[in-house]
């Protein structure tokens, strides 16, 4: 399941995307609109900025504002700073493996099976997917 960082994160980028004039947006406009208490919307900003999707800028007229064009922001990317593995178990991540104690073969796993195509088809649709894609939905 997604978390509440992950979906916020996801909304406010989106909300900063969607400003036509590019000017920094102040936390308190993206927490007001989107309805994200305004701490935890800081937090989640502060993250977005160390990994490289936001830049910030203090005194007036400040705010967060995108570093890259949305086209070129991938949900895959933005999915793994905020939530982590994209798969739903260590031994079928691509970026973050790790062999299951309680398994003796990957190869004859029914659930490694079943969790790589579930890694691939999320991958696909969130690869197929960039901030400009989302934000352009109304």
Known sequence: MLSKK?????KALAFIAKKA?????QTSEISKSENISQKFLESILLELRKSG????????????????????IQMTAV??????????????????????DDC????TC???SLMIQVRDSTLKVLGDNTLADISARK
Do not use: Q, W
């Open 110 to 112: 029914s659930v490694h």
């Open 53 to 72: 999707f936001l830049g910030s800028k203090k005194g007036k007229g400040g705010g967060y504002y995108l570093i890259k064009e949305p086209r070129d």
């Open 6 to 10: 992950t979906k916020y994160g996801i």
């Open 104 to 107: 003796p073969s990957e190869e």
């Open 79 to 100: 999915i793994r700073v905020l939530e982590g593995p994209i798969a739903m178990v260590p031994c079928v991540s691509l970026n973050y493996y790790e062999k299951c």
């Open 21 to 25: 004039d590019k000017k920094p947006v």
